[in-house]
């Protein structure tokens, strides 16, 4: 290295940086060896470490005089090999560090403890809430099928209590002497209603249903078809009609016939 | 304990009694050093209780680890005052000293202290006082700063928001002027 270099590296202010001991490892080794190979920097550093010196004896105060004998009792001499060792082990600064790191590996479990319960008690309360949650469509499907229920047998009671229904009892005819069915009729409301509860039909096959006749000035006119159903306890609305003078119930074919099968009578009334 | 006679020993006789661990050599390094690294601890650790614990550390890790010094890489000083810095500047980084508040600014801390104690009045060193008024005021502060606070340069730049180079220039300029004392 040339002079010249020796100097800027000097100039540079590494070297005060490195009394003061804010020096990387690399810095401090670099600036060890510069001050073995030039004596410019070996004499550099001592001026600058004596002038440091002097600053800080410039700014000296003076420690309580009853301080000198605590320093002189914790230091341990060469002819105390025992208190040596216990000082050389010394190490007060972990303690600290250990009751910290102790702290944070106990919250740390702590947390991860409280995370597990709190999972589970979601667990638990997601099950019963879908517990919940299904009881209540099914609760919101009975309430359903009650209210249809209700609204259907306040039609009923209207049926009853109604004074311009009439009601009509068809009897069985010759075919089928035991069946009969109850048909109320009113031709204020245009309504009519077959009475399944009391009805006692023989019961149809797949391919055929009952169809329920008006019979107009002596014309019959469809009013729907049903199926024998000796378990229904409702009454069933059928098509509307206003003027009637006999009703009549024929076995046809399923979905019904335009005109009746007059063979296959099974039930009649007349006003 | 009354005041008794102040032992003095030149650097090299106090070396070689440190590396015996003979009780003289605690006595003349309390005797010289004492007063100036408690002056750089006190700056830094502003609770006179206290900065005398980080004292008593200083000697004993001084004492203890006194085998990982080497006169060849520098003056004794110069090793010592690094160790007192390093653990006043641990000292109020600690939790339990943070938890007491005792931090204050450097700027209050060398008046505040300045003011409450009467330094030593010492002849020898009214040459280099002199020279310490002579500090440029940007001079004296990074001085202060990185001796008496022991920011590292990095962070003396961050704190008065000059470039790394500024800074380092300025070091070496404030310690080129004390030199002037004894050139």
Do not use: C
Request: proline share 3%.
């Amino acid at each position: 290295m040339k002079v010249e270099e020796v100097k800027a590296y000097i100039e540079s202010g590494i070297l005060e940086l490195y009394v003061l001991g804010d020096v990387t490892p690399a810095e401090r080794l670099e600036v060890e060896a510069m001050a073995v190979k030039y004596p410019a920097v070996k004499d550099e550093l001592a001026a600058i470490e004596k002038s440091l010196e002097l600053y800080a004896k410039a700014n000296e105060l003076e420690p309580d005089d009853s301080r000198l004998e605590n320093i002189l009792n914790s230091l341990a001499y060469n002819s105390d090999e025992s208190q040596i060792s216990g000082l050389v082990n010394e190490a007060r600064v972990l303690p600290i560090v250990k009751a910290q790191s102790n702290f944070y590996k106990y919250a740390f479990a702590a947390s991860l403890a409280l995370l597990i319960a709190s999972v589970i008690a979601l667990l638990n309360v997601y099950g019963r809430l879908k517990e919940s949650t299904n009881l209540v469509a099914s609760l919101q499907n009975q309430n359903h099928e009650i209210a249809s229920t209700v609204s259907l047998k306040d039609g009923e009671i209207e049926v009853l209590r109604d004074p311009s229904f009439k009601l009509l009892k068809l009897q069985g005819t010759k075919i089928s002497p035991a069946a009969a069915i109850t048909v109320a009729w009113s031709p204020v409301k245009k309504k009519v209603w077959i009475d399944m509860a009391t009805a006692k039909m023989p019961s149809n096959d797949k391919e055929h249903q009952y169809q329920l006749w008006a019979l107009v000035a002596g014309k019959p006119v469809d009013l729907g078809v049903f199926d024998s159903d000796t378990t229904s306890r409702d009454m069933k609305e059928m098509k509307s009609i206003t003027l009637a003078d006999a009703f009549a119930v024929t076995l046809e074919k399923r979905g019904g016939s335009p005109t009746p099968t007059m063979d296959e009578m099974m039930v009649i009334g007349k006003f | 304990m009354s005041r008794r006679h102040k032992i003095s020993l030149s650097e090299e006789e106090l070396i070689a009694a440190l590396g015996k661990r003979e009780k003289i050599a605690a006595e003349a390094l309390y005797d010289m050093y004492s007063a100036s690294l408690f002056g750089v601890i006190s700056r830094i650790v502003i609770d006179t209780d206290t900065a005398e614990d980080v004292l008593q550390d200083t000697f004993v890790k001084i004492w203890n680890s006194f085998a990982s010094y080497s006169a060849e890489k520098g003056r004794l000083f110069t090793w010592m005052v690094n160790i007192a810095r390093n653990l006043a500047i641990d000292k109020i980084r600690s939790k339990d000293f943070k938890n007491q508040n005792k931090n204050q600014e450097l700027e209050n801390n060398v008046t505040f202290i300045d003011e409450k104690r009467n330094t030593v009045y010492n002849p020898e060193l009214l040459g280099i006082k002199v020279l310490v008024e002579k500090l440029k005021p940007e001079q004296k502060s990074i001085l202060d700063l990185v001796y008496f606070k022991g920011y590292t340069h990095v962070e003396a730049a961050d704190e008065l928001g000059v470039p790394l180079g500024t800074i380092k220039t300025r070091l070496r300029m404030a310690i080129v002027q004390l030199r002037k004392n004894f050139n």
